[in-house]
């Protein structure tokens, strides 16, 4: 017995560590299948923008150089893009870099934090890390019940999580939702909005992430570059707030905590309008072709929003996770989310979603 893990800080010794979806290399070694299918981890099928891989081999002239730790270009490009100030912004190694310095600079072992049951893993991970209660409130037809948030805030109660879309739901959150809950909470509580997958969502009522900004100094909105701008590798991500928060939590960030090549990929791949249009576009049209066709096979699909759908059906799914493994597929079952009938699978490209669907026929035959 190693005596010092008797001085786990509270929460770490029985936190439950991410899972992350299996690699394309993990499983060519188990099961040595003639081709592999990657439609695990809601990545961009696309690849990431041309221009931004292209820029990548100039910055590779820098490597021996610290990356600039206040991410300046890239900032300024965050800035016009989502028509803030540059002192709004942070840049995180991945956007759950800034979810993780956000529970860190709030929560500890007398505080709590609430989120939606079946939300996204790591909220779980950094509240129980820091030592914090978690509070879940249960979804209704799965989605996050913001009208009863406020119902389960405790006086402890100091950060509030919405994933919109929430993965592995893909269930998504109206802007008037939103608003209505953080007219309803205290402004002692800090809400963070996860809008990872926001740039699929198609529907007019979605959040207007400028409206909310300019009411709300307790609101703190993060997004990812790993999604559509399929940078996912680099780990680059943004959270964007209040000036005063940003400057708290840029207290405890890393001074170089992203890298210099993700800085440059990302300059690049959120200028490219055109590699983003043609992903949404993919999107669209691939997740209602996987809708279409798993409901026709039967499948119980919850209608997703983000780049994913998750669906149960006449299987066991981590029966099915093995034996599409075995095909070559690789997707992901969501058991860690509470959800052990589901399965959820990236939209992939149109090759990539048939040659899944295919095996999948042939698998439950
Ligand atoms: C809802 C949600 N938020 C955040 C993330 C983290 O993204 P990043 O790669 O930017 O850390 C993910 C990744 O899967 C996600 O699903």
Known sequence: MNKILDYLNKGISDLHPYEPGRSIDDVIAEYKPEKVVKLASNENPLGASPKAIKALEAASDSLHLYPDGDSKNLKLLIAKHESVDIDNIIIGNGSNEVLELAARAFLNKDSSAVMSKHAFAVYKIVTQSNGSKIIEVPTTDWKHSLNDFSNYFEDSTRICFIANPNNPTGTYNSHDEVETLMLKIPSSVLVILDLAYFEYVEEDDYVDTNRLLSKFPNLLITKSFSKIQGLASLRIGYGFADKSLIQALNKIRQPFNSNSLAQEAACYAIQDNEHIDKSVKLNAEQRSYLMKKLTHMGMDC????????????????????IDLMKQGVIV??????????????????EDENKYFLQKLSEVLS
């Open 302 to 321: 919850i209608p997703s929003h983000g780049n994913f759908i998750s669906f149960k059906g006449p299987f066991n799914s981590e029966k099915l996770f």
């Open 332 to 349: 992901r079952p969501v058991a860690l989310y509470d959800m052990p009938e589901y399965i959820r699978v990236t939209v992939g490209t």
